[in-house]
């Protein structure tokens, strides 16, 4: 079954896509099931793709990598996250181009994470 939350890509053609909620049967894409993008959290290329989180009162940011990760046309972060108790709470689609980070106001900043998409190299969290 698939995983609601989860972000599925196809090895065909490259659509990717985020589980709201999942049901039975698996997400199909170009005739066969797309693959669960597993979260990374340190690999090649970390600095770039883990997200950092700065925390003030009812005031998130999030960044994308310790070093900024880069935003061309085949190459960027898409997406960035804010994670609760396994859920998620708030995001922000991002294109070639935005910064690579994203601001969010919350009620409450306790029990915080975050994931990021990059294009490339797929789903990163901290």
Not at 71 to 95: C, F, P, Q, S, T
Not at 108 to 126: D, E, M
């Amino acid at each position: 079954m698939a995983k609601s939350y989860g972000i599925y890509k196809c090895s065909i053609c490259g659509n990717t896509i985020e589980m709201i909620e999942a049901k039975e049967p698996n997400v199909v894409c170009c005739g066969q099931e797309m693959n669960l993008m597993q979260e990374k959290t340190e690999d090649e290329g970390s600095e770039k793709h883990v997200p950092v989180l700065e925390v003030e009162e009812g005031f998130v940011e999030v960044r994308v990598g310790e070093t900024p990760h880069p935003m061309e046309e085949n190459h960027y972060i898409g997406l960035v996250e804010i994670i609760r108790d396994g859920k998620v709470i708030a995001g922000k689609w991002l294109n070639p181009g935005d910064e690579p980070k994203a601001n969010f106001c919350l009620e409450s900043t306790q029990g915080l994470s975050a994931r990021i998409y990059c294009n490339v190299h797929g789903a990163w969290k901290n």
